[in-house]
């Protein structure tokens, strides 16, 4: 089966840890992105990468942190820094820049 | 900066209906747009996307209209079923520099009575 996997499917988090978000794609995408999901909103980019070994910022990437060692993976660490985590983190691929993403079924953070 | 907004919040039609869901963008640099159906719990599904060279594309039982002189997007569902209620996105890409980032929209909740 061809697709995005997130785990775990809910996070809990207590004060002052970090805690990371798996994302894993076998589609063979180049593009992966990480999004946030706060009730009855829309979805906000976190960071996106286009290319194994590099990432960007984006709209709201303070208190979180990524890497892309693997073309197949794209974690997310919730930091200490991030004072408002709880919500729902949602992560996407696409084949290449500017092409349709998909995306996996979520993590859900929860604050202890 | 520019946003993606929906006309309205919710949406509801009887099974067998068509449905229209629209969406209003402000950014004229938009050249990709995408509608994507979220269930409860659940990652956004992709629906149907458009580019900015086309004003129509119909796949299964959806139609995406674009309407760039006025800057506005919308979804038609032919014959909507109980299984289509769930939130609507729509999502747009400026392209340039904004790479692979798009903007989404609130949603717009759609529910379809039997």
């Known amino acids: 089966d061809g697709g995005i996997t997130q785990s775990p499917k809910y996070l809990f988090r207590k004060e002052g840890q970090n805690v990371t978000l798996s994302c894993e794609q076998n589609?063979?995408?180049?593009?992966m992105y990480w999004y946030r999901q706060d009730p009855g909103q829309g979805l906000r980019l976190i960071y996106y990468?286009?290319?194994?070994?590099?990432?960007q910022k984006g709209d709201i990437a303070e208190g979180y942190s990524v890497s892309r060692e693997k073309k197949e993976s794209f974690p997310l660490t919730v930091t200490s820094a991030q004072k408002n985590p709880t919500a729902f983190y949602l992560c996407?691929?696409?084949?290449?820049?500017?092409?349709?993403?998909?995306f996996g079924p979520g993590t859900r953070l929860l604050v202890l | 900066g520019e946003s993606v907004g929906l006309h309205l919040p919710t949406l509801s039609v009887q099974e067998g209906d068509n449905s229209i869901i629209n969406c209003a963008y402000s950014?004229?640099?938009?050249?990709?747009f995408i509608w994507y159906k979220q269930e409860s719990g659940k990652g956004p599904q992709f629906i149907i996307d458009?580019?900015?060279?086309?004003d129509k594309r119909q796949g299964q039982r959806v139609t995406v209209l674009l309407n760039k002189t006025v800057k506005h997007l919308s979804l038609q569902i032919a014959a909507t079923q109980p299984g289509d209620s769930a939130v609507y996105f729509c999502?747009?890409?400026?392209?340039?520099?904004?790479?692979?980032?798009?903007?989404f929209g609130q949603g717009t909740i759609l529910t379809v009575h039997p």
């Open positions: 996407a691929s696409s084949v290449r820049d500017r092409e349709s993403q998909y």
């Open positions: 589609l063979n995408h180049d593009a």
């Open positions: 990468s286009q290319i194994v070994n590099d990432f």
């Open positions: 950014n004229s640099a938009s050249d990709y």
């Open positions: 458009i580019r900015s060279n086309m």
């Open positions: 999502a747009e890409n400026a392209g340039g520099t904004s790479y692979g980032k798009l903007t």
